[in-house]
Nanobody, 123 residues
Framework: VQLVESGGGSVQAGSSLTLPCAGAGISYSGHSMAWFRQTPGKEREGVATISWNGIVRYAESVNGRFTISKDNPKNTLHLQMNTLKSEDTAMYYC??????????????????WGQGTQVTVSS
């Protein structure tokens, strides 16, 4: 299984970014997916998650600004990030877990991870 994130970069506060996560060796239709982020010295935190059948949940800090979506035929996960804030600066990771296990925001519940893509938001 390979998950590859892209789309990160350096942007101004208030800007938008979309992070894709392409998968190989895995069928997104049978997995729940999520985006996590991490800053140095802090634990990895769940940002958005989508179940195998499309149920979504967001962290309170991004609710209303971020949108997670999954294209099963293309095996691609997206995170649309709008109205970015400096506190959104982090390494962003996509992750996958078996669909039968349901939605989770716990990093330990996810078996597959990408290598991460850096998002830096300057105010």
């Amino acid at each position: 299984v390979q998950l590859v994130e892209s789309g990160g970069g350096s942007v101004q506060a208030g800007s938008s970014l979309t992070l894709p996560c392409a998968g190989a060796g895995i069928s997104y239709s049978g997995h729940s997916m999520a985006w996590f982020r991490q800053t140095p010295g802090k634990e990895r935190e769940g940002v958005a998650t989508i179940s195998w059948n499309g149920i979504v949940r967001y962290a309170e800090s991004v609710n209303g600004r971020f949108t997670i979506s999954k294209d099963n035929p293309k095996n691609t996960l997206h995170l649309q990030m709008n109205t970015l804030k400096s506190e959104d600066t982090a390494m962003y990771y996509c992750a996958a877990r078996s669909g039968g296990l349901g939605i989770s925001f716990r990093a330990a519940d996810f078996a597959y991870w990408g290598q991460g893509t850096q998002v830096t938001v300057s105010s």
